[in-house]
T-cell receptor, first 113, second 116 residues
């Protein structure tokens, strides 16, 4: 079955460490996105990529980095520069940029100790 | 910037009854999309229903329907014959039609509890 796989589901990090969250899709979608979800807030866009080797900052990109070397993969690195990284992270994709339907992964929960 | 407001942090409904979740949004655009997403305890977001602003007819998907009031910028979700599996967080979302980056704006969510 086609879908989006995010790993790990739970991740613990010590302050000062970088961590990378994996996002893989087998839907053959062109566009991929990273969202952050905090309690009491809606999803906020961190980064998005419309095509391989291209990505753009979203609303809250500071302290995060991404790469898009393959169509099916869009990993997110949470760097030590991110002041409040504890959150739930959701990866999504759409068949083309601007398509009005997003498919989401199951998310990754990052906790900074 | 477009904003989406869900004024009900929590709602509850008796099984088999009907419940309506509220959503308002702010935009200066005339054409856009509106969505309701469901996030069950598994945390995976699932599209429930969507509405194109240029369509006057309210969207319906089985037990789920919307009341789209464009002039009032209101987009409520009605769940009929509520089932235990409907318990989840529900997010209202907005996206401009002209957006090339799928810049989707989400509300803060409404947690729906279904009582047996």
């Amino acid at each position: 079955d086609g879908g989006i796989t995010q790993s790990p589901k739970y991740l613990f990090r010590k302050e000062g460490q970088n961590v990378t969250l994996s996002c893989e899709q087998n839907l053959n979608h062109d566009a991929m996105y990273w969202y952050r979800q905090d309690p009491g807030q809606g999803l906020r866009l961190i980064y998005y990529s419309q095509i391989v080797n291209d990505f753009q900052k979203g609303d809250i990109a500071e302290g995060y980095s991404v790469s898009r070397e393959k169509k099916e993969s869009f990993p997110l690195t949470v760097t030590s520069a991110q002041k409040n990284p504890t959150a739930f992270y959701l990866c999504a994709s759409s068949i083309v940029p601007g398509a009005n339907v997003l498919t989401f992964g199951a998310g990754s929960r990052l906790t900074v100790l | 910037a477009q904003t989406v407001t869900q004024s009900q942090p929590e709602m509850s409904v008796q099984e088999a009854e009907t419940v309506t979740l509220s959503c308002t949004y702010d935009t200066s655009e005339s054409d856009y999309y509106l969505f309701w997403y469901k996030q069950p305890p598994s945390r995976q977001m699932i599209l429930v229903i969507r509405q194109e602003a240029y369509k006057q007819q309210n969207a319906t998907e089985n037990r789920f329907s919307v009341n789209f009031q464009k002039a009032a910028k209101s987009f409520s979700l009605k769940i009929s014959d509520s089932q235990l599996g409907d318990a989840a967080m529900y997010f209202c979302a907005y996206r401009r039609i002209t957006s090339s980056n799928n810049d989707m704006r989400f509300g803060a969510g409404t947690r729906l509890t279904v009582k047996p």
